[in-house]
Every structure is written in structure tokens, then in C-alpha cells.
């Protein structure tokens, strides 16, 4: 079982690694089991539709920052409110507010349940956390 701090430090480096667009979306998928399973907003995608909006999040954003703000865990289950405040290729800024629950199988992760909403920034960003 992971222990809480393991688990804000897992969670905020995928996170980071997510919104690099200097580290690639294959590294990315590292951390994922190849049957992940997300649902973000009812958007449900699989690995390979992760790594397509993977892909797009490098080419939107330019840089970002995550700040964890609550971490929960029980067993191989994580539970996450985090922010993310970003800059765009078009050098506009968003932040996002995510509420994600993370199953961990065999040291990746395995499914997310997410709400994302958009907080600061243009309206058309609202399905930038399921965006392929």
C-alpha cells in the first residue's frame, strides 16, 4: 500500500510530466497500465486515447505548474484535488481545477475518474482535460 506521501509525490510527477511538452507522450504513458480506462467530464477514454490527449496537451501548452491540494488514500486507490495553472503556445493562461480518483494496479495507473473544470481562462478550454 502506498503511503500518502508516496502517493501526493507519484501523482504530482505524472502530473508535471503531463503538461512538459519536453518529456514525450510515451513517457508519459510509462506510468499506465496499457488496459487504462479514464472518464473525465463522461469523456471515457482508453491507454491509446490517453496518449492522443497526452499528445494534445503538449502541443497546446507551453508550460505549467500543478499544486496538490488534498491527497487521499485507501488501499490501490488515490484520491486527488489538484490545480493546474498553465501558459499556452498562444502565451494565454488557464487554470484548472481537478478532482481525479486513480486505481493503481501493479505500480501504474490503471483507471481515473475525473471532473475538470476551468476556472480561469477561455471558455472553449472546458474539455481541455479530455480533449484528444
Avoid: W
Avoid at 505549467?64 to 494565454?92: L, M
Wanted: hydrophobic share 40%; charged share 25%.
Amino acid at each position: 500500500m502506498m503511503t500518502h506521501d508516496e502517493a501526493k509525490q507519484l501523482i504530482q510527477h505524472i502530473m508535471e510530466c503531463l503538461i512538459d511538452p519536453n518529456i514525450s507522450a510515451e513517457e508519459v504513458g510509462a506510468y499506465f497500465s496499457e488496459n487504462y480506462r479514464q472518464d473525465a467530464n463522461g469523456v471515457v477514454l482508453d491507454y491509446k486515447g490517453f496518449i492522443e490527449h497526452a499528445q494534445m496537451l503538449k502541443s497546446t501548452l507551453k508550460s505549467g505548474q500543478v499544486t496538490i491540494a488534498k491527497i487521499f488514500v485507501d488501499g490501490s486507490t488515490i484520491v486527488s484535488v489538484h490545480y493546474i495553472d498553465a501558459t499556452k503556445q498562444d502565451d494565454s493562461t488557464i487554470r484548472m481545477k481537478v478532482i481525479a480518483c486513480f486505481g493503481i494496479e501493479n505500480g501504474k495507473i490503471a483507471s481515473a475518474e475525473e471532473l475538470t473544470y476551468l476556472m480561469e481562462g477561455d471558455a472553449s478550454d472546458r474539455d481541455l482535460g479530455s480533449r484528444v
